[in-house]
Nanobody, 128 residues
Framework: QVQLAESGGGSLQAGGSLRLSCTAS???????????VGWFRQAPGKEREGVAT???????DIADSMKGRFTISRDNSKLTAYLQMTGLEPEDTATYYC???????????????????WGQGTQVTVSS
């Protein structure tokens, strides 16, 4: 059974930076390399929204409001995906979830229902 575990959340002031990590278990490196990985977030009282995805080939899809501030990367040898966040704003406060899809096709935010593995989430709180 594939499991995902996020880490790196925390509280910080506006303008700061944070890097979230998502480490998979229950899967080998060769299989993980074929996965689509993504990050999503959900703020209190709001629907979940897509943040970023990265395909097996390295193609990324970043939500418009986060372009230029957030970067998604992955290290398949470590079974880990990262979300580097800079210029954080109070509006970025949310629980951030990583997700993975064993099928690496159609790897972008429009197809979030294809993600079949989800982490438990890590909280990011940005104060003004």
């Amino acid at each position: 059974q594939v499991q995902l575990a996020e880490s790196g959340g925390g509280s910080l002031q506006a303008g700061g930076s944070l890097r979230l990590s998502c480490t998979a278990s229950g899967v080998g490196t060769l299989a993980f390399a074929k996965y689509c990985v993504g990050w999503f977030r959900q703020a209190p009282g709001k629907e979940r929204e897509g943040v970023a995805t990265r395909s097996p080939s390295g193609t990324t899809d970043i939500a418009d409001s986060m372009k230029g501030r957030f970067t998604i990367s992955r290290d398949n040898s470590k079974l880990t995906a990262y979300l580097q966040m800079t210029g954080l704003e109070p509006e970025d406060t949310a629980t951030y979830y990583c997700a993975a899809a064993a099928d690496g096709q159609l790897c972008n935010l429009r197809f979030s229902d294809r993600f079949n593995y989800w982490g438990q989430g890590t909280q990011v709180t940005v104060s003004s």
